[in-house]
């Protein structure tokens, strides 16, 4: 599903009570008892993940806690086979852990 949220419709629409989306088929408003907003961050503006639903919710009086960063950039002495067939692939389904010396 390929939705992106607008923001409520507004005060004078049709359904003044719903959700506005951007969908592949064109804007469509929702009317929902409830909504679970699963949102994403803003740090890959180019997949939509670009935080600009927070100024929407804070302008209905919901409290946003500041966006903070969830992934981060490392370095790492790979060796060269590896540096020179996998540079710039994704790592995906790993889990990793930091022990400070």
């Known amino acids: ?3 992106r949220w ?3 419709a ?3 629409a049709p359904s003044a009570d719903g959700l506005r989306f951007d969908t592949p088929e064109g804007v469509r408003t929702i009317a929902t ?3 679970v907003l699963a949102l994403g961050g803003g740090s890959w ?3 939509g993940s670009d935080g600009a639903w927070v100024a929407g919710l804070q302008a209905h009086g919901v409290d946003v806690a500041p966006l903070r960063p969830a992934n981060c950039g490392f370095d ?3 060796t060269e086979h590896f540096r020179e067939r996998y540079a710039g692939q994704p790592v995906k389904s790993v889990a990793m852990s930091c022990a400070l010396p």
């Open 1 to 3: 599903m390929r939705h």
């Open 6 to 8: 607008l923001g409520w």
């Open 10 to 12: 507004p005060s004078d």
């Open 33 to 35: 008892d409830a909504v």
């Open 45 to 47: 503006a180019k997949l």
């Open 76 to 78: 790492v002495a790979w």
